[in-house]
T-cell receptor
Framework: QKEVEQNSGPLSVPEGAIASLNCTYS??????FFWYRQYSGKSPELIMF????GDKEDGRFTAQLNKASQYVSLLIRDSQPSDSATYLC??????????????FGQGTILTVHP | KAGVTQTPRYLIKTRGQQVTLSCSPI?????VSWYQQTPGQGLQFLFE???????NKGNFPGRFSGRQFSNSRSEMNVSTLELGDSALYLC????????????FGPGTRLTVL
């Protein structure tokens, strides 16, 4: 089992729709959860981070965390063609020995078509 | 506030050579992590430095090494390059105390021929 798994893509949604990206993780001690967006040929750009169970909203983006189910998701409302990119879920490990280490999922390619 | 800078942006080397990549974190950030990104393996953690000390290391061979200077700038070195080392090498800047959020630099694209 991979440490961080994302829903297989690619995901295609029409402009204005809600895009739902999902991620599960295996380390029950994971403490911090991140979503990055990566455009082709560019480096990952931080979109959201979440530490506590529940929802966290920032503009059109909502991150949801359920530690009991070891599940984190990202919802993008009113999707725009400019949202077309690869979305990466990243997780830190349990305190102490996980300094500076993010474990990434394989990424989900999102395409928003006009 | 300036972002994370990495130099060089592109590099072409041949097998057996060695390479040094540089990263300057965001001003005030004291921790730097390095990652390798390839199409097949995705983003993989190499190592992390805080206050000139390596605190964590990923599962890479000893050919991959790094260091951090007193001004928080970091370098990573890859010796005896192999074709499989061709990748995008990313540096991430971390505040280092009280926050584990990582901000990535633009990366160095290394091609080994």
């Amino acid at each position: 089992q991979k440490e961080v798994e994302q829903n297989s893509g690619p995901l295609s949604v029409p402009e204005g729709a809600i895009a739902s990206l999902n991620c599960t993780y295996s380390d029950r001690g994971s403490q911090s959860f991140f979503w990055y967006r990566q455009y082709s040929g560019k480096s990952p750009e931080l979109i959201m981070f979440i530490y506590s169970n529940g929802d966290k909203e920032d503009g059109r983006f909502t991150a949801q965390l359920n530690k009991a189910s070891q599940y984190v998701s990202l919802l993008i409302r009113d999707s725009q063609p400019s949202d077309s990119a690869t979305y990466l879920c990243a997780v830190t490990g349990a305190g102490g020995t996980s300094y500076g280490k993010l474990t990434f999922g394989q990424g989900t390619i999102l395409t928003v078509h006009p | 506030k300036a972002g994370v800078t990495q130099t060089p942006r592109y590099l072409i080397k041949t097998r057996g050579q060695q390479v040094t990549l540089s990263c300057s974190p965001i001003s005030g950030h004291r921790s730097v992590s390095w990652y390798q990104q390839t199409p097949g393996q995705g983003l993989q953690f190499l190592f992390e430095y805080f206050s000139e000390t390596q605190r964590n290391k990923g599962n890479f061979p000893g050919r991959f090494s790094g260091r951090q200077f007193s001004n928080s700038r970091s370098e990573m070195n890859v010796s005896t390059l192999e074709l499989g080392d061709s990748a995008l090498y990313l540096c991430a800047s971390i505040l280092g105390t009280g926050s584990d959020t990582q901000y990535f630099g633009p990366g160095t694209r290394l091609t080994v021929l």
